[in-house]
């Protein structure tokens, strides 16, 4: 079987974003571990080497694949802070459309700057992500 490259670790968060060059995006990413930590009520974890993660759940395809994931993370990349999320959620093409400036993909927004979106329509898109992972994955921790 296949194993996770991307697994919880014990890399200290504060350090990781502490090594990010650019101030804007080093405080962006402080900014939302904050929004995050303060909507889910979960700490910050690093998965991986570049992914800050908050919570977990198990899943399990049908392909027989299975393994553990964030409920929700990000991750600062060279031109942009990815924040992932469901790839379907409740309103999510409305909400996508009046979040600001980003780039979407299935499970990704990329956005440059905090200051480019509107951070009430981040929390709503988190909160409906975080609903449609509950209802996928009801033992979610």
């Known amino acids: 079987m296949i194993k996770n ?10 350090s990781f974003i502490d090594l990010i060059e650019n101030e804007t995006k080093k405080n962006d990413c402080f900014e939302l571990i904050k929004l995050i930590t303060a909507q889910t009520k979960l700490d910050a974890k690093m998965w991986g080497k570049s992914i800050v993660g908050f919570g977990s759940y198990h899943y399990r395809y049908e392909s027989g694949r299975e393994g553990d994931s964030p409920k929700i993370s990000f991750s600062p990349r060279a031109s942009s802070i990815a924040i992932y999320l469901s790839a379907d959620f409740e309103n999510k093409d409305e909400l996508l459309k009046n979040l600001g400036k980003h780039r979407a993909e299935k499970a990704c927004i990329h956005i440059k700057t905090l200051a480019d979106i509107d951070v009430n329509i981040l929390k709503t898109m988190i909160e409906n992500h975080l609903k449609h992972t509950e209802i996928l994955y009801p033992q979610s921790k």
């Open 5 to 14: 490259k991307t697994i919880e670790t014990e890399n200290d968060v504060k």
